[in-house]
Each structure stands twice: as C-alpha cells, then as structure tokens.
C-alpha cells in the first residue's frame, strides 16, 4: 500500500529518499515518485511502475535538493499511471498523500469553481490546491489547519513548499505517520521500516496531529494547532532480517523460517523450568471476563476463527469471531465482560485499527496480538502480545499467521487454565507438548518434490476447493486464500459438511481437491465428504497425519502426511503443505510472489 518518505537534510536527499522507498517496495505498489526543491523551484520526477525505474529517470536528470519527499502509490482514485503518480504539485507545494479523501468529489468542484486546473484523477490534487489556495492569505502554519479542517477520510499526508527551502509538513488522520531524528538532518516516513535504515530514533504523530520537520528542528501540534510534546522512541535493529539471503523469493525464507520463529515465540511465553505460561502483566481480574470477541482481516483472520474452536474446547468462555471491515459498521452491543482481541501482523491494517478504535472509544478491555510492535494497534491497545516473528516482508502472510495461531493458544491455555476451566494436569501437558511444535513444524517441511509435481493439476485447472472441518475448516480457507492471491487461481475453502448444500454442484472431473483431515474428533466425517467429491470426479490431495490406521477411502489422487501430535495443534502443521502448494502454484505461473498483482502489505485504506 502507498508510502510516505520525507527527508530535509544539509546534504542532497534524492538518492536517501530512493533508497528509502526501496525499502517501502513490499508494502505493494503501482507507481513512484519523488519531488525536492532546489534553487526556489519544485522538480518531480514520477513514474509507472518500479522504483528501479524511477531511479532511472531520477539520476539521469541529476535531481538536486536538500529538502525532498517520495511516495510509493497503490491505486485507490484513478488509474496506476504516471500522471496519477504521487507527488502532485502546483508551482507553489508539492504533496504525497497515503489513504483516501472521501469528499474529494466535493472539494474538487469548488476548486474548480476558483479556477484552480486538474491534471489527475487523484483524489489527492484537492490538497494540493487547497494548500495554494490558503497560503494566498495566511501563514503557513494556519494554511495547513484550514487544509486540514477541509478534508474527510484517512490519510496522512507530506508536504514541501517552494518558499521554504528547508522545511516539510507531516499530517496524520488514520493512516500512520512518523517523523525519524538524524545528525543535522530530520525524517518523515508513514512506516518506521524505511526510516529505520536512516535513524533508530523516531516519533509517532497520533490522529489529528501536524507536524513543522526542519533539518535541525520538529515541532508537533494537536488539531486545534497547540504545540504538543512527543516522546522520542528508540527502535530495536535487526536489518539482517530483511535481507533475502540465498532464497529466491521472501515467501520462500519466510516459510522455512517457521520452525524458528514457533522456537523463539515459544521462549518468549513458556517458562520451561516452571512449566508455565508467562504472561503476568494481565490486567483484568479473572472473573472480570466472560466472553471473548476476536476481531482481525484476511489470513489473521482465519487464525481467529481457528482459535475460536481452542477456546471452546478449553474454556467455558462466549467466543465470537469478526471481520474488522464488518464489525467497525455494526451495532455492536458493547460487553464490559468481553474481552476485545484483535489480530494483525502489520498493526496497521486500517479495518482493525477502526475496530480496536471504537471499542476503546466504548472503554472496553482491548489487547492485541501483533508482530510490528511499533505500530498502531499495539500502541492503542491496552495489553500487547507480541508474535516474534520478525519481520515479514513478502505479502502473502505465512510464519505471522503461525505466530498468530501460536499466541492465541498460549493465551486459550493460560486464560483457561486461570479460570479453572482447565486443569493443571492437562495444562501441563499442553505447555510440554508446545516445546516439541517447532520440531515438528521443521518435519512438515520437506514436502517439496511431492507438492512441485502436484501443483501442476492446480496451475491447469479452472478452479479448485479446499475443504475440512473443526479447525481443519479455516486451514481450508486459509489455504484457498493463498492459492487465490498468489497463484491467481479461482479457489474456495468450505466446511467439508456443507457441500452437498451447494458447492457439490461445481464438482466435475479432473477438479482438483484438498482434503485437509487429519486424524482427530471430524475425521471419519471428512473422509465421508471426500468419498463423495472423489465420487464426482474430484482429483483429491488429502493432507492427513501419519498413522498406521488405514484410511477407508479408494482413488485418493495424491496424500502428503504430516507428523503425528497431539489433535490442538494440527493447524499449525497441515497449513504448511497449503503454503507450498500455493508458492508453487505461483512460481511454475510465473508470477511475483512476493509482490502480488493488486495488493499490499500493510492494508491501510478501508
Ligand atoms: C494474506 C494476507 C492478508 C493479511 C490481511 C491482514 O496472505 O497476508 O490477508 O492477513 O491483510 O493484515 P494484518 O495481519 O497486517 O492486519
């Protein structure tokens, strides 16, 4: 999704600014550009497409400037081309914009009226006038706060104006936004993973706020304009970890990284030497809870829905589960008893931070479960639960999804065994069997001549259904997911039960199938709901466990068997083939896996 980088500095800043949006690339972009002032004049550059490119075209002209800013656009208001390409400027300032102006329509119309000219179909060119308009009139300062004042939506914004040759405006209202602090050179970046290769220390901008970024100076304001403090945040270095190493793709490091990211997650929580779960900074009492809500988007999402199927079978607890995009517009009944949970690798995806947003405007019990510490969501939820996972960079989320799956389990454990719904015995037994996962996640691994010589069914067919039940069921949809955003093939995830009440219907011969059953309380079901798609001429790829139980069923086309364990933590080994079979898919088609057409990394428009 779009990026932010601002740099206002004694030295030249184009190449930082490239650099920096390089970094900003897996977040999934159209178009780039960059704009600095030099000699009392605004000079862009801006292109379709890379930022290879935009390199390119940015050292053959020499773009000179102390004082820059660059963008990386993801398409909302027109078309990914060059002329749609952020920055947008008048002779006067130049700005990059991330989120959306919803009354854009309206303010253009009256812009138009004053005579101001459109070159876009941005929604963003409204901001752009706006500013222009106002610095007719007023100061600089005041001429933002009418700007701001003006504007409906999300967004966070990054401006540079021809009459101050050293000096940047930042502004946030939803989307993120942080300013980074250098040596006689300051930052704004809407992500602290750019700005991390330039400083380690940083400030977030909170909704409403503007900021003044000079080289030697920042100055922070609240929405009326009141000059505000900031606490300046040190961030943790690990930039070895968003290198790609020997692997040819993210996707592909991020996916044998699991092994070690369940390790490290697991030392994070479990107390080996006690047997215990450490987390006791929980601050609600444990009658205080009598229902859980889980909340998140996409792949977190299904994590969600996974643990739902844990804390019931552990707990006595209310569990519900909701898409943030849903949940935000709802009339929710808001439950001082329930517990808000919400999910998110990034911690910025905007439905989710809506969600969280209005249960703390309700004073709800919030806490979260996020891999970006720094971000918004953790910072605005009341308890963080952090998945240690480092940093994920390809878009299609693979070890933060066990991460997720992960916490969730320890947190089902510990609240369940708090409540007395669970005994020491089993919970014991529970925490011993987790010290063992990252082994067996590491066993799931090596499918990968089987699954390369599977996957070329899938590249051939129209389409293809995932299907399970229990907690095997959101496995189905997570693995349908992947094979959709990645491979770009037509896929449905179903509970294995439902299909005789519709989906049957697109059963025909050859269609490629995943059964996902391993052996626990649904498997003899499953196998039923197989026989009767492999009836129908299903071509079935069952991902089962190992065992010496004999599986009744004949012409299964193909089986991957996974470790045998304990029934709880199956999910976290039967996605693993899932994973594969889409990354496969997608590399046999061709196609930028790490990088999917259309979408993004950090989800930060609604
Ligand atoms: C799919 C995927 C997305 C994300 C979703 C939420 O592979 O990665 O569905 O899970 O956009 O993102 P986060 O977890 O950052 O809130």
Known sequence: MCGIIGITSTKQVSSTIINSLKKLEYRGYDSAGIATLYDGFINEVKCEGRVDSLEKNVSKINLLGNVGIGHVRWATHGKPNTVNAHPHSSETVSVVHNGIIENSTI????????????????????IVHLVTDYLKDNNLKDSILKMLKKLQGSFALGI????????????????PLAVGYGPNENYLGSDSYALKSMTNKISYLDDGDFCIIKKDQVDFFDSKGNKINKKVLKLSSNEQNYEKGDYKHFMAKEIEEQPTTIKNCVNEYIDKINNEINILNFPWKKNEISSIKLIACGTAYHSCLIAKYWFEQLTLLDVEVDIASEFR???????????????????????????????NKHKMKTCSIVNVVESSIARDSKLVFPIHCGPEIGVASTKAFLGQMLVLYILCLKIGYLRKDLDKKKYNLKIKSLLSLSKLVSNSLSTENQIQSICNSFTKAKGAMFLGRGYSFPIALEGALKLKELAYIHAEGYPAGEMKHGPLALIEDGMPVVVIAPRDEYYKKTISNMQEVIARGAKVLLITNKSDEEIYSENIWEKIEIENTEEDLFPFLTTIPLQKLAYYSALKKGYDIDKPRNLAKSVTVE
């Not at 021809?162 to 989307?175: E, F, M, N, W, Y």
């Open 329 to 359: 517009y709802r009339r929710n009944r808001f439950k001082t008893d329930c517990l808000y949970i919400f999910v998110s690798q990034s911690g910025e995806t905007a439905d989710t931070y809506a969600a969280l947003d209005l249960c």
């Open 160 to 175: 540079i104006f021809k009459d101050q040759p050293d000096l940047i405006v930042g502004a946030r209202r939803g989307s």
């Open 107 to 126: 303010l253009k119309k009256f812009l138009v009226e004053k005579g101001y000219k459109f070159k876009s179909q941005t929604d963003t060119e409204v």
